[in-house]
């Protein structure tokens, strides 16, 4: 065999994901139990139906608040005692929340879990609160903000959800807040918050590792047997598009060398039907390192290090965007180059060969993706978010592998929209105005670094 000679891939290997077993408390709360007796560790994850989706537009903010104060003692422990005593069992509690769903997780060895748990669970059900611990990180998001609205990638992305969604949806900020619902943030409403979100009816409880189901259920009912909390699901969330046509946004930053480019649309649910095809097409678009967008952008043209596409997986309806930061001077190429691979997605269906690259990877990586038992309580923790049972998990690559290039296609031309596409550039204006109004993708505006299209809806 030369050395030019593709090697030969292997036969695949087997994979069967862990067993899974439910059980219900005397509370309601919901439990899930995956013994993986591999190695003394236990990985135990509260998953809890309070995410940002269902804060009211002028608490923005009031669910990752809430998460990450969580954490910060209970009212028997102050902070300091709390992590001290969770460094003591060789762990750390993390929390945290996303658009969906807050979570409280940590992991560790076998015989310290029943220690474990019980701080765990009290910093669950009787959190402190504590004022200064409320406003110390609630300083620390407002940091945040200043410092991601300073750097043109994360103004970018936080621009382009505000320009995406109509101002009524929660999506039109970002699931952290904006500066001024963040600054506004206090004690009492992180406490009314966990009020009404967190509870029995609303968390499911994982315990994955060196741990029976029968052991799992009698530590999950001595602690949480009883626990009732005033808690109601997330409501629904608006979803709506700010506009149904082309628009063109410039957010100037003058002098700028690069431009930060953003360039898509209204996505869909993460239980769309059709959500593997779109996995694939996305994977061949600009989805992996050998897709079209970046092969085009980086190794045929030079113009970036980096390009990339992808749907944001959410209950309701997440953006497309394909990104990347490309040099000042070639901003309407790259643009341009954009548009004709979304263009081309559309137009015919992708070769075999590509839709075989792409299935392969994704089905290859896919057991990898659980080598550890917090990556499987995680894995888990998103399935039961959308509503996804495991046999989710037991089917996928085979259903992966199914995906062919007429699946791929049609998904490209349901789910690809030119006719609505938001192009959004961070970058200097009046370098970048006359190249980018030449493609006429819509109107162009051109808008301060720091005017917030959310704050002024």
Do not use: C
């Amino acid at each position: 065999m030369s050395v030019s000679t593709r090697p030969t891939p292997g036969a695949v290997r087997p994979y069967e994901f862990p067993a899974v077993h439910h059980h219900v408390l005397s509370s309601g709360m919901r439990l899930v139990v995956v013994p993986m007796p591999r190695l003394p560790l236990v990985s135990v994850l509260a998953l809890v139906d309070a995410g940002a989706a269902g804060e009211a537009n002028t608490v923005a903010g009031v669910a990752q608040l809430t998460a990450r104060t969580l954490v910060e003692g209970t009212h028997t422990l102050d902070g300091a005692a709390l992590t001290s005593r969770f460094e003591g069992l060789g762990t750390s509690l993390g929390a945290g929340a996303d658009w969906d769903a807050s979570t409280v997780r940590f992991t560790v060895t076998r015989s310290r879990l029943a220690e474990a748990f019980a701080l765990f669970a009290d910093s669950l059900r009787a959190p402190a609160f504590a004022e200064g611990e409320v406003i110390r990180l609630r300083d620390e998001r407002l940091a945040d903000l200043a410092q991601q609205l300073a750097e043109p990638r994360g103004l970018a992305d936080q621009r382009f959800s505000g320009f995406v969604y109509a101002g009524a949806s929660r999506f039109a900020r970002p699931v952290g807040g904006t500066v001024s619902t963040v600054r506004a943030l206090d004690q009492d409403a992180v406490r009314q918050f966990h009020a009404a979100h967190y509870g029995a009816a609303t968390t499911t409880l994982l315990f994955v590792g060196d741990i029976t189901v029968e052991d799992a259920e009698r530590l999950a009912e001595a602690e949480f047997g009883r626990w009732t909390g005033a808690a109601s699901p997330t409501p629904g969330i608006v979803a709506q598009a700010a506009s149904s046509s082309r628009r063109t946004v410039i957010v100037e930053k003058p002098g700028a060398p690069q431009s930060e480019l953003r360039v898509g649309h209204l996505g869909v649910p993460r239980e769309h039907p059709e959500h593997l095809a779109i996995v694939v097409m996305n994977a061949i678009l600009g989805g992996l390192f050998s897709s079209r967008i970046n092969l085009n952008l980086r190794e045929k043209h030079a113009f970036t290090y980096g390009a990339s596409s992808g749907f944001d997986w959410r209950r309701a309806a997440g953006p497309f965007a394909v990104r990347t930061a490309v040099k000042t001077e070639v901003t309407g190429r790259a643009v341009e180059e954009i548009l004709r691979e979304i263009d081309a997605m559309r137009a015919a269906p992708p070769s075999a060969d590509e839709v075989a690259l792409a299935t392969d990877y994704l089905a290859g990586v896919f057991p990898i993706r659980f080598e550890s038992t917090d990556a499987v309580a995680g894995a888990l923790a998103s399935a039961l978010t959308f509503g996804l049972g495991p046999e989710w998990f037991v089917r996928y690559r085979e259903r992966i592998r199914a995906i062919g290039p007429a699946e791929v296609h049609a998904a490209a031309r349901a789910h690809l929209d030119p006719s609505r596409l938001l192009l959004l550039a961070v970058g200097d204006g009046d370098a970048i105005a006359e190249p980018l109004a030449a493609l006429a993708v819509g109107a162009l505006t051109r808008h301060a670094s720091d005017a917030d299209p959310a704050e002024a809806k």
